[in-house]
């Protein structure tokens, strides 16, 4: 009966635009539009700027083991050259950029500190500077170091600079992450979120201020080989304080690994299930609080009846006294014990 009275509940469809999270490597491009970052200068000097894993005399060499796609292009800038700069295009809602960064060396002549400014679109350009940490000779793989989100959805060009140094800088880009929005619905998609990662680099801002990676957020993409990616980094945001952050994608980690994205419609089936529990709430309440005062309203009676019985009429002992007025007869009950006779006229008188 409950269920019949209950109104139809119309609820919202939740639905999100499709975004696909896409990878530009540093060799092979973007796969699906097959552009690819622009290195430039190729040579000065007369000899070639940009290096990568096939370079067999550079003093930093990275494990391909834990490079994206086994590749990487690394340079180091000298004052003595003018600009140096890698110009990704890319159309999309959001960027990601991740560098190779190089820390302590046995070689004091090595370079291992590394700055350059990102620049995107006509956006004043934002520095980034990873200071070497000197207690460990490890490189660092994947990490963050620029990201823009909240773009909108259109062709964008971001340039990775160095210029106007007077000191030498390691730059090594890796690989770059950019989200699509194609605007087609989709449900929500939950990924969990690993342990956080190795410390990453300071950031300083168009005034000079510095900001730390502090913000945690996820991106799932798809290389090159068509492996799933799983990265831990830091997410760079305005802050005077450094703390730990992640970017995760699913599937490779720096092991090479896979994972497998999870699809979680929880969040939907969980809000149906809520706003039906709250409407029958809702329904029920109001029927209970009507029944219970009913309830009580009969209580209340039944103990007034109990308290104030109903006197029912019984058989009347009506005795005639002399010079007696009809007004003045007594009305009284017989007694239990002895039945009450009404004779005839004519016995009463023999009887007296």
Known sequence: MLLRALPVLSLPCLALAAIFNRTIDDAAGDPVTGRKPTFSP??????????????????????????????????????????????????????????????????????????CKFALDSEPPVRYQHTPNPATSELSYNQL??????????????NIIAEGYAYPVY???????????????????????????????????SNGTTMASTFTTIVRTTGPDGRSITVTQY??????????????????????????????????????????????????????????KRSLQSRKQLTREADHPRLRPGPLNVSERENSSPSSSILSSPSP????????????KRRS
Request: aromatic content about 8%.
């Open 42 to 115: 190729r040579m000065a000097a007369g000899y070639q700027v940009w290096q990568n894993q096939a370079c067999t005399d550079c003093a930093i060499r990275p494990d391909l083991g834990h490079a994206f796609g086994n590749s990487y292009t690394e340079t180091t800038y000298n004052p003595r050259m003018e600009r140096i700069s890698i110009s990704i295009p890319f159309e999309g809602t959001a960027i990601y950029i991740f560098f190779i960064l190089a820390n302590g060396v046995s070689n004091p002549d090595v370079t291992t500190l590394t700055e």
């Open 235 to 292: 997410m760079l945001a305005e802050t005077t304080a450094t703390s730990t952050t992640q970017l995760e994608t699913d599937g490779f980690n720096t092991d090479n690994s896979s994972r497998t994205s999870r699809l979680s419609i929880g969040a939907i089936v969980g809000g149906v299930i809520a706003a039906v529990a709250l409407l029958i709430v809702l329904v029920l309440l109001p029927i209970c609080l009507l029944r219970r």
């Open 145 to 158: 170091v620029y990201n823009r989100t909240n773009l909108p959805q259109r062709e964008h060009v971001l």
């Open 171 to 205: 730059i090594n880009f890796d690989y770059a992450i950019y989200s699509y929005d194609d605007g087609s619905p989709q449900p929500p998609i939950t990924t969990p979120v690993p342990p956080a990662g190795p410390s990453g680099g300071a950031v300083g801002g």
């Open 337 to 348: 014990c002895k039945p009450f006779y009404l004779g005839r006229p004519h016995e009463q």
